[in-house]
């Protein structure tokens, strides 16, 4: 079983960042893949980094590349999501995710854990 808590969401402008932390309890999180997902109001909750058990692979949806960076932090059980330069349609609830899988994975049916989510918004 593993817990997952976010923190780090709050209200930003155009332009500016945050970074969202995930902190996992349990002794086995080196074993997990880790995952960002995000949903927005009336929308389905959708991929937007992951990181492989390791740290060594990551993978990003193709509208955050080059804005976010996805890393872990395994002798803290903790996932990070550094987001630069963002958007109001980066606007959405962040969820933190657990996979047994060790692989960066975006297919978020592969996740077992979810946290309860932390909320981002941007201003215009």
């Known amino acids: 079983q593993v817990q997952l808590v976010e923190s780090g969401g709050g209200l930003v402008q155009a332009g500016g960042s945050l970074r969202l932390s995930c902190a996992a309890s349990?002794?086995?999180?080196?074993?997990?893949?880790m995952g960002w997902f995000r949903q927005a109001p009336g929308k389905e909750r959708e991929f937007v980094a992951a990181i492989s058990w390791s740290g060594g692979n990551t993978d990003y949806v193709d509208s955050v590349k080059g804005r976010f960076t996805i890393s872990r932090d395994n002798a803290k059980n903790s996932v990070y999501l550094q987001m630069n330069s963002l958007k109001p349609e980066d606007t959405a609830v962040y969820y933190c995710a657990a996979s047994f899988s060790r692989a960066a994975i975006p297919d978020r049916m592969h996740y077992a854990y979810w946290g309860q989510g932390t909320q981002v918004t941007v201003s215009s």
């Open positions: 349990g002794r086995t999180f080196i074993s997990y893949a």
